[in-house]
């Protein structure tokens, strides 16, 4: 059980556009699902907490108009980044936190965003 | 505040032989501690967790890690290393109270040698 998706894996797009990528809870319902970035031998930096029905808490740094963050059910949040640029690049992993008994965080694959 | 600190970023060891991958910790509530591993170009694994039960904690391939409150300390060990051992592990803190949110450390690269 417990298991994470993110769609896509991998996803190349030129500057300028927006890209959109999809987190979801298969087999639980995630009352708060958190967003990661990861540049290349780096740890994680968490990027948003989204929380189910409400606005996302961005954490200091992260522009909030440029990653769209949107938890619309308790087993989906997308993030969008919008206007993408090449320093935009990066690997993006979401987790989900379940809604019941857990204090864990679940992870997904990650998605590979290349921006050209 | 939650902080956690990898005291190696590299670690080599031979085939065969112990791993130790240190993490210290600093919680003001009982903290929530997980090592994960991640091979190159993929997702996390966990490869155990604490939750204020047993402080020695087993997890998977033969790794595990002792929760030592005196020392704030969380060090993950294994008896012998293999070769598919070689990856970056990420030791993590979790309140276990308010948002849930992890901290990770700043990771430790496994290499092991033939």
């Known amino acids: 059980g417990a298991v994470v998706s993110q769609h896509p894996s991998r996803v190349i797009c030129k500057s300028g556009t927006s890209v959109k990528i999809e987190c979801r809870s298969l087999?639980?319902?995630?009352?708060?699902m958190f967003w990661y970035r990861q540049f290349p031998k780096q740890s994680l930096m968490l990027m948003a907490t989204?929380?189910?029905?409400?606005?996302?808490?961005?954490e200091q740094g992260v522009e909030k108009d440029k990653f769209l963050i949107n938890h619309a059910s308790l087993t989906l949040s997308t993030l969008t980044v919008t206007s993408a640029h090449p320093e935009d690049s990066s690997f993006y992993i979401c987790?989900?936190?379940?809604?019941?008994?857990?204090?864990?965080?679940?992870f997904g694959p990650g998605t590979r965003l290349t921006v050209l | 505040a939650q902080s956690v600190t990898q005291l190696d970023s590299h670690v080599s060891v031979s085939e065969g032989t112990p791993v130790l991958l240190r993490c210290n910790y600093s919680?003001?509530?009982?903290?929530?501690l997980f090592w994960y591993v991640q091979h190159p170009n993929k997702g996390l694994q966990l490869l155990l967790k604490?939750?204020?039960?047993?402080?020695l904690v087993k997890g998977i391939n033969g790794f595990e890690a002792e929760f030592k409150k005196s020392e704030t300390s969380f060090h993950l060990t294994k008896p012998s290393a293999h070769m598919s051992d070689a990856a970056e592990y990420f030791c993590v803190v979790s309140s276990t109270s308010g948002t849930y949110k992890y901290i990770f450390g700043t990771g430790t690269r496994l290499k092991v040698l033939a």
């Open positions: 919680s003001s509530y009982s903290p929530s």
């Open positions: 087999d639980f319902q995630a009352t708060t």
């Open positions: 604490y939750t204020s039960a047993a402080t």
């Open positions: 989204s929380n189910e029905g409400s606005k996302a808490t961005y």
């Open positions: 987790s989900a936190h379940a809604l019941q008994g857990y204090n864990e965080q679940f």
